[in-house]
């Protein structure tokens, strides 16, 4: 058995027209030596993909490069940029809804703001069991969830069910999770000790990861579809010079259309960028 830790945060275009997540996922004695690295090579730091500047490039090239040996080194592992077409992320979204809205009607949830808020993030759970699909469900995961505007809401949210039990957020992601695998996703991992947690960027080395390469590989499909300014720019840069080898860099630009200042039309379903062992 396989004990594996990830990392998840959403992403999105300015307008919104495309969003997704990533996922930095791997081994949990491979995250741990991550985190230790990190630690040593980059000591007192945290990344943001929103807070750096030019003056931060040394230290996020540092930090690209140990992530990706680190993918690299413990399989299974992926790092994986999701961006979805507006169309393709409504149908799955709607799916994904359904399916928990089906869930909570069971669990009696009676708190609505809650249910909603769970419906958010479903969609991005189960996007990460369709990549971990095959995996083998005898191997475990515990996934952490970037702490944001939305999960912070839900993280400290309360509820009851039917029988007046109280219900966390975290609770009902997690049954979300086994429910999405017991009827989509046999064979992907089963939630680990650790289960499902929101947490601060700071608590977790692969939530750091995730918020980066998912900034960084948005700025880079940006590039391919217009000029930018130089900061963005650089990250684009940096993000190729750091995963170019296995990128498909000739057909970016058939993937979609720039809209506007901040936008992404995609004319595929989606946008996936990164590597897997």
């Known amino acids: 058995m396989v004990s594996l ?7 999105a275009t300015g307008g919104q027209s495309s969003e997704g997540w990533t996922y930095c996922v791997m081994p949990s004695t491979v995250a741990s030596a991550l985190q230790t690295d990190l630690r040593i090579a980059l000591p007192g730091l945290t990344f943001h993909g ?22 690299e080194a413990g399989a299974p592992s992926l790092l994986q940029f999701v961006l979805m077409s ?3 992320r409504d149908e799955y979204v709607a799916f994904c809804r359904r399916s928990v809205t089906a869930g909570l009607a069971k669990s009696g949830v009676s708190a609505k703001k809650m249910a909603k808020r769970v419906e958010k993030i479903a969609p991005g759970i189960g996007e990460l069991l369709k990549r971990v699909d095959g995996w083998g469900s005898t191997n475990t995961i515990d996934l952490f969830i970037d702490d944001d505007d939305v999960t ?3 993280k400290n949210a309360v509820a009851k069910d039917a029988t007046g039990k109280p219900l966390t957020g975290p609770m009902l992601l997690r049954a979300v999770y086994r429910a999405f695998q017991d009827s ?3 064979t992907a991992p089963s939630l680990g000790p650790k289960e499902i947690d929101i947490v601060k960027d700071e608590a977790s080395a692969l939530v750091q990861v995730a918020d980066v390469v998912g900034n960084f590989a948005l700025a880079y499909y940006y590039s391919k579809l217009k000029t930018l300014g130089a900061t963005r720019t650089l990250k684009a840069n940096i993000f190729a010079d750091t995963f170019g080898d296995t990128l ?3 057909t970016a630009r058939e993937w979609g259309k720039p809209v506007g200042d901040d936008d992404i039309e995609l004319d595929v ?6 590597i897997k062992s």
Do not use: H, W
């Open 248 to 250: 498909d860099q000739a």
């Open 269 to 274: 379903g989606a946008v996936v960028l990164g």
């Open 152 to 154: 912070s809401k839900l």
């Open 50 to 71: 929103n807070q750096f500047t030019p003056a931060d490039e040394a230290t996020y090239r540092k930090f690209l490069e140990i992530v990706r040996t680190a993918v």
């Open 86 to 88: 507006a169309s393709s």
């Open 5 to 11: 830790t990830a990392g998840m945060d959403e992403v």
């Open 184 to 186: 989509l996703r046999p």
